[in-house]
């Protein structure tokens, strides 16, 4: 995905209060997070009060105030997947990466994310990693797959710092 | 894009579009329908459209054979779906690798490939096409069937199947208030959760005074466990704007906006598609053919918010503002967005337009109830054997939807209990099955219709359990605004979490109801007056299960993780050994081709034994 800048995302909304949603989303999709810095120049540019920025981005669920971690896994917590067990899917993701939802893990790889319903309930339960789906998870088809994840970065790593010594 | 796809002008052009069109494809021998929705993709269905796609090309096919990129087809349990016409066949389960026989076999030489075929899970045959399988054929399909004739992405799909006939009929011949005793006396009530007649809504919006109007379709599916709207709005879009263009034209709104959740993304690429289309032809703008009705709509991209759901916070939210509900002393359809007068339906509520203005309001009210007509959409998920999306008339008993389309629970369980509504729902219990999905008959019962959530709970699904998802959920989506909604809710959950950790007393129950009720009386929004409706409704039903919690530290349907232990049982235990290896804790113990066991002290009852377990030998007591 090409990153728009801040300046191409405002272009056309500036002095737009009611556009102040739209740009956020924007600045979310491009960004991963909305910063301090970004919410300023949203202030500014929209001329929407920098306490009501911050009001609206840390009010929808949508918008993250930092960066998430390089893997996203995302439970859908809908009624279908709960009664089909999604809660043990929240605490086998949070017991085995050590974080809570919403946390990133200290070395940025993971962060475990809860969504109220992705809409593909008869699939439950669901999980997503960086938005492929995984459907009918398990316990223990999720531990797989976070090991899975976690080789393939130290794998990538050690390629990374092999070809640095080469 | 070819010559003929320009501006439309007048009314006729519509009509010679359309028949230009079908013109266009009548050397189209077969085609080929892959499921495109999200389901279907969850199920990685991308790659079988590329495959089939490829195979296609190899053969040589193109044009005679269309690859057409549908819609939800409402089974997605049955995922990636591929439907071949004519023949009506239907294939579930498709991979990329069988594309070549798909195309080889069934497109060259109308051979079945009988592996493909869907096999009914109550009679255990296999069933040839689609209209035979049973989960479909106790349906009454008028909007979903139509989402399986379009790619939806493409506005010459749904001129050919007869789209956009509603609108130019209502602009030729029929005046605002034409159109408006249409929807009236069609009964038509809204499909998002209120059931409010929406033909009232547009009469009200209509006499107000004021020269700027709107129209919002709502697209916020908020309440988990339904995804009607995304299948609708993903799967047929123009439907959905020809219903805000009628409407927009009989209240004579200019501008429109469809609030759309960000989870879908699929939805909202789909009505960004759409509504850039039909501006190209002239559907959307000045003049539409060549009347003098303006209109236009925009995509609003919600921030994932349950309380936008509420009108007057979904508005707020357009305006760019934090999603927070005001007071309706003046209603929406008078002191709506921008404060102007605005009619808000929801997106199943839209789609049911234009084929009651084409077909008439006595063909809409044919079905259905005295007060509840038409079809409604339920998704049909759960604990059950066949879950989708389901189109009834409405009336149809619950039983029905769960036994005779559902096919009732898996693994033999017992069904107790189907959850209807969302979070503003209730849970009704299996005697109350008789009852039919009505938006009164459901009130009556404790429950509602809701946008048509549909969750089936067995023996396995922990009522007390399911009160405090329901409070922890709305504990999280709650505004804020209101003291009893903000407040009630944190103190009846955590009344609630000390029933399912084993610290509950009997009083609590007299107190939680107390507090539900001050609750539902006191708060400001409907998100908060429904609020204690999963807790209320739960109580009336299903009291023992609170008891048993309260009194004997129990959870008989093994769920609350502070009140049961995981056991291995011996006379099914084979000793395989894949318990062992896959507990983290060390907690099981034994040795190959013996009976194993399981350390409650050590065991954090974090459920991979029990699914790992080929043999069904882990319990929970």
Not at chain 1, 49 to 54: A, C, D, F
Not at chain 2, 13 to 22: N, S, Y
Not at chain 2, 223 to 243: Q, S, T
Not at chain 2, 374 to 385: D, E, H, V
Request: hydrophobic letters at 35%.
């Amino acid at each position: 995905m090409q990153t728009r800048s801040l300046n191409q995302i405002l272009e056309g909304r500036r002095s737009q209060p009611n556009q102040l949603i739209e740009v956020l989303q924007d600045v979310q999709k491009n960004y991963g997070y909305i910063s301090e810095e970004t919410m300023q120049s949203v202030s500014h540019s929209l001329g929407v009060p920098l306490i009501e920025v911050y009001r609206v981005a840390s009010f929808y669920k949508a918008f993250r105030l930092n960066p998430s971690g390089k893997n996203v896994l995302t439970m859908c917590m809908g009624t279908a997947c709960h009664v089909r067990g999604a809660r043990l899917l929240v605490d086998q993701a949070t017991c085995q990466l050590g974080v809570k939802t919403g946390e990133v893990t200290q070395d940025g790889l993971f962060s475990v994310e809860h969504v109220n319903c992705l809409g593909a309930c008869a699939l439950g339960p669901i999980v997503t990693e960086n938005g492929s789906y995984y459907h009918h998870m398990t316990p223990g088809k999720l531990r797989k797959l976070i090991e899975t994840l976690s080789h393939r970065e130290k794998k990538d790593n050690q390629d990374a710092n092999k070809n640095v010594q080469a | 894009m070819p010559i003929k796809m320009s501006r439309l002008n007048s009314i006729r052009e519509v009509e010679h579009l359309r028949e230009w069109l079908r013109e266009q494809r009548k050397n189209i021998t077969t085609t080929v329908m892959v499921c495109g929705g999200t389901g279907c993709r969850a199920s990685r269905s991308q790659a079988v459209i590329d495959a089939i796609g490829d195979e296609l090309s190899r053969q040589g096919l193109n044009p005679s054979v269309r690859l057409c990129v549908t819609g939800c087809h409402g089974f997605c349990e049955q995922g990636p779906v591929v439907i071949i016409e004519p023949g009506n066949i239907f294939y579930c389960h498709v991979s990329p690798d069988d594309a070549f026989e798909i195309v080889y076999q069934t497109v060259m030489n109308e051979e079945i490939i009988e592996r493909l075929l869907y096999t009914d899970p109550v009679s255990g045959k296999k069933v040839r096409t689609e209209s035979e399988i049973p989960f479909y054929q106790a349906q009454d399909r008028q909007i979903l069937s139509q989402n399986r004739m379009v790619d939806p992405c493409s506005i010459e799909d749904y001129i050919v199947v007869g789209g956009y006939s509603a609108l130019p009929k209502a602009l030729n011949g029929m005046t605002p208030a034409d159109v408006i005793n249409e929807i009236k006396s069609s009964g038509l009530r809204g499909r998002g959760g209120g059931g409010f007649p929406a033909g009232r809504k547009w009469e009200e919006c209509w006499e107000a005074p004021d020269n700027e109007k709107y129209v919002i379709c709502n697209a916020d599916e908020g309440d988990p466990g339904a995804y009607m709207d995304r299948c609708i709005l993903e799967g047929n879009p123009h439907l959905v704007l020809e219903g805000m263009m009628i409407g927009a034209w009989a209240i004579a709104a200019q501008k429109g906006y469809i609030y759309v959740r960000n989870e879908y993304p699929l939805a909202v690429k789909h009505s960004l598609i759409a509504v850039e289309q039909a501006r190209e032809l002239g559907l959307l703008g000045e003049n539409i053919l060549g009347s003098s009705f303006s209109f236009d709509v925009d995509i609003a991209r919600g921030g994932g918010a349950f309380v936008c759901g509420e009108s007057t916070a979904l508005m707020a939210s357009i305006e760019g503002k934090v999603g927070e509900p005001r007071a309706k002393d003046v209603h929406t359809v008078v002191d709506g967005l921008y404060h102007k007068p605005t009619t808000l339906n929801n997106v199943e509520t839209w789609a049911n337009v234009p084929s009651i203005i084409l077909n008439g309001s006595s063909w809409f009210a044919s079905k259905g109830t005295q007060n509840s007509k038409g079809t409604k959409i339920l998704a049909l998920t759960g604990r059950i054997k066949n879950t989708g999306l389901v189109e009834i008339a409405m009336g149809t008993p619950i039983h029905d939807v769960v036994f005779n389309i559902g096919g009732g629970a898996v693994n033999g369980n017992l069904i107790k209990a189907v959850q209807t509504g969302g979070p503003s729902g209730g849970c009704l219990p299996v005697d109350k099955f008789d009852l039919a999905v009505d938006f009164d008959v459901l009130s009556e019962a404790g429950s509602m219709v809701g946008s048509g959530g549909m969750v089936v709970m067995d023996e396995e699904t922990c009522m007390v359990d399911v009160a405090k998802y329901f409070l922890e959920f709305l504990q999280d989506e709650s505004c804020g605004k209101c003291v009893p909604c903000r407040l009630g809710i944190d103190r009846m959950l955590e009344i609630i979490t000390d029933i399912t950790e084993g610290r509950g007393t009997p009083e609590q129950l007299d107190l939680l109801e107390e507090l539900a009720d001050t609750v539902a009386q006191t708060s400001l929004c409907g998100l908060g007056k429904t609020a204690p409706n999963p807790v209320l409704s739960t109580l009336r039903y299903f009291r023992s299960e609170y008891e048993v919690h309260i009194n004997e530290k129990r959870c008989p349907a093994g769920v609350c993780k502070a009140l049961i232990t995981y056991q291995i049982d011996p006379d099914k235990c084979t000793g395989c050994g894949v318990c062992l290896k896959g507990c983290v804790y060390n907690a099981i113990t034994g040795t190959k081709k013996q009976v194993h066991v399981i350390d409650t002290q050590l065991c954090e009852k974090c459920g991979i034994c029990r699914s790992e377990c080929k043999f069904d030998a882990i319990r929970v007591v």
